[in-house]
C-alpha cells in the first residue's frame, strides 16, 4: 500500500511542476510577444500550446486514472487535477491576448 501512495504522490508532485512550467513558459512567451510585438512569438506560442495541451493531457489522464483506482487518496488526485485544469482558462486568456493585439497590429487601431 506504501507503493502506492508514493506512486501518487509523485504523480501530484510531477502535476504541480507541470503545472508551473507550463504556466511560466506560456506567460514568457506572452510577454516576449507584448514587448516585441514580433510575429515570431505567435509561431513559437503556438508549437509550445500543442505540446503543452498534449504533455497535459497524458498527465490528466494518468491522474484520473490514479483517482480511480486509489480510492484513499482522492482529494489529494482532486486538488492537482484543478490545479492542471487551471491551465486552460489561463491559456485562453492568453490567446485572446495574442489575437487582439495580432488584430489591433493588423488594422492599425
Not at 2 to 9: A, F, G, H, R, S
Not at 22 to 49: P, R
Amino acid at each position: 500500500m506504501e507503493d502506492y501512495n508514493q506512486k501518487v504522490i509523485s504523480d501530484g508532485n510531477l502535476a504541480k511542476i507541470v503545472f508551473i512550467l507550463s504556466f511560466s513558459i506560456g506567460t514568457l512567451i506572452l510577454a516576449l510577444f507584448k514587448i516585441t510585438k514580433h510575429e515570431t512569438f505567435i509561431v513559437i506560442g503556438f508549437y509550445y500550446v500543442i505540446a503543452a495541451l498534449f504533455f497535459n493531457f497524458i498527465l490528466f489522464v494518468n491522474l484520473v486514472y490514479d483517482l480511480i483506482v486509489y480510492k484513499t487518496m482522492q482529494l489529494f488526485l482532486l486538488k492537482h487535477i484543478l490545479l492542471l485544469l487551471i491551465n486552460i482558462p489561463i491559456a485562453l486568456f492568453y490567446l485572446y491576448s495574442v489575437f487582439k493585439s495580432f488584430t489591433n497590429q493588423l488594422f492599425n487601431f
